[in-house]
């Protein structure tokens, strides 16, 4: 019975995204967003700030980090199971042109 009740609750495991199927085009996709907020951000102007942070900026900060996050998503699905994380960390920076 316990183990009935287990299986039942299978459907509700969150799901996750990592786990995908590579697809290099999506990674591209997910750092070309990255890149478009990017550009965004850095075309706003903002004058002495003092710890107070315009709504749109805020805004845009949220949208990158997830679709920094996202970027990250798909460069996980295209990882073998026993990747070396400095493989990865190298891959990542090369989808995101980073030093």
Request: net charge positive; charged share 20%.
């Given at each position: 019975m316990r183990r009935l009740m287990w299986v039942m609750l299978l459907p509700l495991v969150p799901y996750?995204?990592?786990q995908n199927v590579c697809?290099?085009?999506?990674?591209?996709?997910?750092?070309?967003?990255?890149?478009?907020?990017?550009?965004?951000l850095?075309?706003?102007?903002?004058e002495n700030l003092q710890g107070y942070v315009p709504?749109?900026?805020?805004?845009?900060?949220?949208?990158?980090?997830?679709?920094?996050?996202?970027?990250s998503d798909a460069a996980l699905s295209c990882a073998k199971p026993s990747?070396?994380?400095?493989?990865?960390q190298k891959s990542f920076a090369h989808v995101l042109r980073a030093s």
């Amino acid at each position: 019975m316990r183990r009935l009740m287990w299986v039942m609750l299978l459907p509700l495991v969150p799901y996750c995204p990592a786990q995908n199927v590579c697809n290099p085009s999506i990674t591209s996709q997910a750092a070309a967003r990255v890149f478009a907020l990017q550009n965004e951000l850095w075309q706003i102007k903002v004058e002495n700030l003092q710890g107070y942070v315009p709504p749109e900026v805020a805004d845009k900060i949220t949208r990158l980090k997830d679709a920094l996050s996202r970027t990250s998503d798909a460069a996980l699905s295209c990882a073998k199971p026993s990747v070396d994380p400095v493989g990865l960390q190298k891959s990542f920076a090369h989808v995101l042109r980073a030093s």
